[in-house]
């Protein structure tokens, strides 16, 4: 069976990605690491401070047959993408596709985000692809205020619809909205505004499904001949 390990700093994550994959992709074997530290010391000390964690927590999660390792984690993936090499399969983080499909949408792009640690390297990663596709992107960027407390305290309504109020206050000024964690998702529909307001999960986890690809039968093993 295809395998795709997911590397999570929240227990919330284990769920939402659960539910996509029977929705959207009934054949793919999901295997979950959480590591809420992670985060916990990436916002205290910042990403790079957890590099040699979270490629422990890669190799961990890559070992046992996983064809493809998701970070779900916004504020550590692309520390984790650095180390797809030292992991031995492909690596990719979850917000990668959305913030293509950001740029794809228009000139200026903000970044939604609850945690002030997510802000830089989702940034980092729009103007990255904006690069890519070779052409220039207006980042602008909102930390919601008070909203990461309520997501702590398990007010998920609450939590939701201080997101959606910071996403209506700031998509009149721009061509796209990125939500910068996977635990806004559900704010993309609770906002109404007319621009796209991209959250990652589906399309994160449709992109690692993709590298997953079909696994290869293992080669025939001659038997002694009798």
Avoid: K, N, Y
Avoid at 4 to 9: C, G
């Amino acid at each position: 069976m295809v395998t795709l390990a997911l590397l999570h700093t929240s227990t919330a994550h284990v769920p939402v990605f659960d539910a996509l994959r029977d929705a959207d992709h009934p054949g793919l074997a999901l295997r979950h690491f959480v590591h809420e530290d992670l985060l916990a010391r990436a916002r205290a000390e910042g990403p790079d401070a957890v590099a040699d964690a979270v490629r422990a927590a890669l190799v961990e999660a890559a070992a046992g047959g996983a064809d493809a390792v998701l970070c779900t984690c916004s504020t550590i993936g692309g520390v984790a993408e650095s180390h797809a090499a030292a992991v031995g399969v492909p690596v990719l983080r979850v917000d990668r596709p959305m913030a293509a499909a950001a740029v794809r949408a228009g000139s200026s792009v903000a970044v939604v985000a609850t945690v002030a640690s997510t802000l830089e390297p989702t940034s980092a990663l729009v103007a990255e692809e904006a690069a890519r596709a070779g052409r220039p992107v207006d980042v602008r960027t909102a930390l919601v205020d008070g909203a990461w407390e309520r997501f702590e305290a398990g007010d998920r309504e609450r939590f939701l619809r201080l997101v959606a109020d910071a996403v209506e206050g700031i998509a009149g000024s721009v061509d796209a909205v990125v939500l910068a964690q996977a635990s806004m998702a559900d704010a993309a529909d609770r906002a109404t505004t007319a621009v796209p307001v991209l959250a990652s999960p589906r399309t994160g986890l449709r992109a690692a499904a993709r590298l997953c690809g079909p696994r290869r039968p293992e080669p025939a093993v001659d038997q002694p001949q009798a």
